[in-house]
């Protein structure tokens, strides 16, 4: 059982960084691919990045290109979402996500693994 756990969360302002990192308290991550999602109030669960099972292929929205970088790292069996020059569209709660088709999907419904989410606030 894959079991997801974020952290990192909170308040930053416009223009500042935030690392949002995920790990499972089950079963390694090393064979799953892993995907981030954000909801904002009001909005539906959408897709912000996420990476293959080996790290080898990466998927951003563009609303994120160029800001947000994604990694994993199999031996501390972690996930980490490097956000820069934050915005305040930015802000939503940040849910981590895992497929056992290991690649770097962007569809929510191929997600079958999800954490609790961390709360994500850019100030203006």
């Known amino acids: 059982q894959v079991q997801l756990v974020e952290s990192g969360g909170g308040l930053v302002q416009a223009g500042g960084s935030l690392r949002l990192s995920c790990s499972s308290s089950g079963r390694s991550l090393r064979n799953y691919g892993v995907g981030w999602f954000r909801q904002a109030p009001g909005k539906e669960r959408e897709f912000v990045a996420a990476i293959s099972w080996g790290g080898g292929r990466t998927n951003y929205t563009d609303s994120v290109k160029g800001r947000f970088s994604i990694s994993k790292d199999n031996a501390k069996n972690m996930v980490d979402l490097r956000m820069d020059s934050l915005k305040p569209e930015d802000t939503a709660v940040y849910f981590c996500?895992?497929?056992?088709?290991?690649?770097?999907?962007?569809?929510?419904?191929?997600?079958?693994?999800w954490g609790q989410g961390t709360q994500v606030t850019v100030s203006s």
């Open positions: 996500a895992a497929t056992y088709l290991r690649s770097a999907t962007m569809r929510t419904d191929q997600y079958g693994y």
